[in-house]
Each structure stands twice: as structure tokens, then as C-alpha cells.
């Protein structure tokens, strides 16, 4: 017996209600990451000459690491280069809204810090730019999660998150982690 059209037409709608339902899960999936979890692409567009980081104000190396800028905000300003972080720990609080800053001279890095949201390229000739909040304290793992070379494997740092009362920088605004560079 062959199939009448109505049961045909009546198949198709219902798998058409069935992907309509799934692109719907999907797409709040999405909105509730974004909206809820605060995870996005980062939007930061900002240039800086790969060549003369290392002459530039901001990226000098006496200039790396945490610091409290004269209005209060915490910013840390990180190198990845093949195959270590410069800084390679840095002292953060827990609690305060502070903003990561981090470029490179070479080849293209990726950092996440484990257990945050924090995930971002780290991309020759731009600076990626992360803001923050940390609400658990203790020392984060913070590895490169792009392949950028033999030592790959070998290149992380730690995020120290101190409880907010501990985070006590210097009178210049700097702070850094111990004996540790
Ligand atoms: Cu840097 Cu992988």
C-alpha cells in the first residue's frame, strides 16, 4: 500500500518540529552562556608592534606583573613567549574586578586559568585583554593551551588569587610573587 501524501506532510512536520526543538535548546544554550556564565569571544581590538615590545612603555619588561594602577584598577601585563610567561606567577585578589593584559613576540599562545572563564588567543601584534573577577583563592594553574612549538608542553604559569586582605602591593602599586620571578 502506498503512503498517502497527509501522512507524508504529517512525518515532516513532526521532524521539523523535532530540529526546531533542538536548534531552540541550542541556540538558549548559547544565550545562557553568554548572558548567565559571562562566557564570550573577546571583543578587545588593540594593536602593538610584535618587534619593539620590549622598547614599547607598556610591555617593557620592568613594567610586567601585577600592578595597581593609580585609579584602583588591578591590571597584570603578561608576555607569552616561546616557551615560558613573563611573569611566570603573578599575585591577583579574590573578589575585585581586575584585568588581565597579555601579547607576545612570536608565534601565536592561548592562556586559560583553570577552573575561571578565563580563555583567550594570545595573537603577535595585538594585545588580548581578559577583566575578571576570582572568587575561590589559591594558586591557578595557567597553561598555554596553543600548540606554539617543541616546548609547548612546557609553558605555564600560575595565577596566585590571595583573599582580598592579603593583596598588599608595594607604595609603587607593584606585587609579585615571592622569590619566584
Ligand atoms: Cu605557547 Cu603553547
Avoid at 584598577?73 to 588581565?100: G, M, S
Wanted: charged share 15%; proline share 7%.
Amino acid at each position: 500500500m502506498a503512503i498517502s501524501e497527509e501522512a507524508i506532510l504529517k512525518s515532516e512536520l513532526r521532524w521539523a518540529m523535532v530540529v526546531g526543538a533542538i536548534v531552540a535548546v541550542i541556540l538558549g544554550a548559547i544565550l545562557y552562556a553568554a548572558i548567565a556564565m559571562h562566557i564570550n569571544p573577546p571583543s578587545n581590538r588593540e594593536y602593538v608592534d610584535p618587534n619593539t615590545l620590549h622598547l614599547s612603555a607598556e610591555f617593557t619588561e620592568a613594567n610586567l606583573g601585577t600592578r595597581v594602577d593609580p585609579t584602583g584598577q588591578v591590571v597584570a601585563r603578561i608576555i607569552a613567549t616561546q616557551f615560558e610567561f613573563v611573569p611566570n606567577c603573578i599575585v591577583l585578589p579574590a573578589e575585585r574586578d581586575v584585568t588581565l593584559r597579555f601579547t607576545t613576540p612570536d608565534v601565536i599562545h592561548g592562556i586559560l586559568v583553570t577552573g575561571t572563564n578565563v580563555n583567550t588567543m594570545v595573537v603577535p601584534g595585538y594585545v588580548a585583554q581578559v577583566h575578571t573577577r576570582f572568587t575561590k583563592t589559591g594558586d591557578l594553574l595557567m597553561p598555554c593551551h596553543e600548540f606554539c612549538g617543541l616546548g609547548h608542553t612546557q609553558m605555564l604559569a600560575t595565577v596566585r588569587v590571595v583573599p582580598p586582605e592579603q593583596f598588599r602591593p608595594a607604595p609603587d602599586g607593584r606585587i609579585a610573587c615571592g622569590n619566584r620571578r
